[in-house]
């Protein structure tokens, strides 16, 4: 079933879910880089695989995460791969970085209200960033992607401080229809003109994208993503203002639903960008639209 993420009618290297960083940059510049005072991803070649067993249960980890469509076409239908979202093979810090995943988890995650634990995390990707079905918890394919997260984050320290509030967007309204003209003109070459995707680059909606409920719906994610990663070959050339108009309106493109999403957050603390209402209900900004599109199906 394909619906749209908000009631407005109007496999790999690209725009795609959830990031709260950075600090406030002026609308009219384009952004700046990343932090460069935060400390590197270290850099894991395979020459510093583990021999053995380990050493090739990283290498499958990693080739599931490189080609996930094809190598796990039931799980993952869309046209999508892990590396889509998680841009230089999950090392890039301003691209939703694995190198800390593994030491995060087991971690209280707001959105299901409970403790999840790394698998938890896994297969959430599997149901919603590629619209597919869960892995088998204690099945070889999990344990392969498992032991990859584990020695690309080998030496890492999980975050002790709460991250800073980001104001980056706090002071700009999106518009869809300057998004649209951003999208035709910075976009399309390799996403194509009706976002299905070109070649390597992934769709941005239809049913072969990520659904309503994966983290890149919600547009202020989406938005920091494309901030510092987009146009792929000419990252952090758009401004704040224009991030923000793109992600908005690729929040109000179709894509597959997601039964059950309106269990989410079941304590009503949904932040405000979530394109569709729960049971628990939320505040915000977007709450009328969002009550209009589920209205809708």
Same mark, same amino acid.
């Given at each position: ?14 725009? +795609? ?6 600090? #406030?940059? !002026? ?31 990283? +290498? ?16 993952? *239908? ?6 889509? #979202? ?56 999990? !344990?392969?992607?498992?032991?990859? +997260?584990?020695?690309?984050? !080998? ?21 869809? $229809?300057?998004?649209? $003209?951003? %999208?035709?003109?910075? #976009? $399309? ?34 938005? !920091? %993503? ?22 908005? %309106? ?8 997601? $039964? ?5 957050? *079941? ?31």
């Amino acid at each position: 079933m394909i619906v749209l993420p908000l009631a407005i009618v109007p496999r790999i290297r690209s725009l +795609l879910v959830c990031v709260v960083a950075v600090a #406030c940059v !002026r609308s009219d510049a384009p952004a700046a880089r990343v932090d460069s005072t935060a400390p590197p991803a270290p850099a894991h070649t395979d020459t510093a695989l583990p021999s053995g067993p380990l050493g090739h249960a990283i +290498l499958r980890g990693r080739a599931l995460l490189a080609a996930t469509h094809d190598s796990l076409p039931v799980n993952a *239908p869309s046209a999508l791969r892990c590396f889509s #979202c998680h841009l230089d093979e999950g090392r890039r810090e301003s691209a939703l970085p694995l190198t800390r995943s593994y030491v995060h988890y087991p971690q209280y995650r707001a959105r299901s209200a409970e403790v999840e634990l790394i698998e938890d995390r896994i297969n959430d990707c599997f149901v919603r960033s590629l619209n597919g079905r869960p892995l088998t918890n204690d099945g070889e394919e999990m !344990r392969d992607i498992i032991a990859y +997260l584990a020695w690309l984050g !080998r030496g890492a320290a999980p975050d002790i401080a709460e991250p800073a509030h980001d104001t980056t967007f706090a002071h700009l309204a999106p518009d869809t $229809a300057r998004g649209a $003209a951003i %999208f035709t003109e910075r #976009c $399309a070459r390799c996403h194509g003109a009706t976002g299905g995707g070109i070649g390597p680059y992934p769709p941005l909606w239809g049913s072969k994208s990520f659904n309503i409920g994966a983290g890149m719906t919600r547009y202020r994610t989406s938005a !920091r %993503f494309v901030l510092h990663n987009m146009p792929f070959d000419q990252p952090n050339t758009l401004t704040p203002q224009q991030a923000l108009d793109v992600a908005r %309106f690729l929040g109000t493109r179709p894509r597959p639903d997601l $039964a059950g999403k309106e269990r989410d957050w *079941p304590h009503g603390d949904a932040p405000p960008d979530v394109p569709y209402l729960t049971r628990a209900g939320r505040s915000g900004a977007d709450t009328a639209r969002a009550g209009a599109h589920n209205g809708a199906h």
